[in-house]
């Protein structure tokens, strides 16, 4: 089984023939993947007003392979407090999604711990972008908000050395590996150091091939236990599938 927390639906301003959920369907049948965890590409780069309602119809039409993750910008709390009321009691949202750089939000900063906040309240777990030294900012935001659950989308592309460091300042930081050009030894290395118990698979489709990220992982020479935990059941515990 593979559960891929890191997905997207609709098309990319530089990428418009993956628009259709069909793509995401297709991809997932093709790379063994059974559940994605979807977040609206609209809502992401441009408004989370139009774009997370828009991914509702989808949701509703895909079942449960296709999982929604609701996006929060965390410069207009009111709009995600309203989404949240209004979207989460249909049942298709399993989490949330904050993009650090489109949102003007660092992992770090107060407006990221004000979001956490909301999202904790409402016992929402959240993916969260990083890229960089923000994912030490994020961990010790994470640290402060109580209750909150957070995945760090990348292990912070560039600064994925410093994945160990963020994991040992909360036990409430998972995280997780796509990057289009990932180093060799990256997954294994990282594994060593902070335990299966706190990674989870995500490929970032449709903007990357699942097949990138699904590579990286086998190459890491998981054990069965490994894979159990790497590939699906740490995102069925952290996100309640």
Not at 44 to 52: K, S
Not at 168 to 197: N, Q
Not at 226 to 236: F, G, H, K, Y
């Amino acid at each position: 089984m593979i559960v891929d927390v890191h997905g997207h639906w609709g098309p990319w301003f530089f990428s418009t023939d993956v628009a259709d959920a069909a793509a995401n369907l297709r991809v997932m049948d093709r790379c063994g993947i059974d559940v994605q965890l979807v977040s609206a590409v609209e809502a992401v780069v441009y408004d989370p007003l139009t774009g997370n309602p828009a991914l509702v119809p989808v949701l509703e039409a895909t079942g449960p392979r296709l999982r929604g993750l609701l996006v929060v910008d965390p410069r207009d709390l009111s709009l995600a407090a309203a989404q949240l009321d209004e979207l989460l009691p249909t049942g298709l949202f399993v989490g949330a999604k904050i993009h650090t750089h489109y949102a003007g939000s660092p992992g770090g900063s107060d407006a990221m711990a004000a979001a956490l906040t909301l999202l904790a309240a409402h016992d929402l777990p959240v993916l969260v972008h990083t890229w960089g030294e923000e994912i030490l900012g994020l961990a010790d935001v994470v640290a402060r908000v109580d209750g909150v659950r957070v995945v760090a989308a990348h292990l912070g592309g560039p600064a994925w050395q410093l994945t160990p460091s963020a994991a040992s300042r909360t036990g409430r930081l998972w995280f997780e590996p796509c990057w289009s050009t990932p180093a060799p030894g990256r997954i294994r290395w990282v594994l060593d150091r902070i335990g299966p118990e706190r990674l989870m698979f995500g490929s970032d489709s449709t903007l990357i091939h699942p097949a990138v990220t699904l590579g990286a992982v086998r190459a890491s020479g998981l054990s069965a236990a490994e894979e159990e935990l790497v590939m699906w059941r740490n995102a069925t515990e952290v996100f309640r599938l």
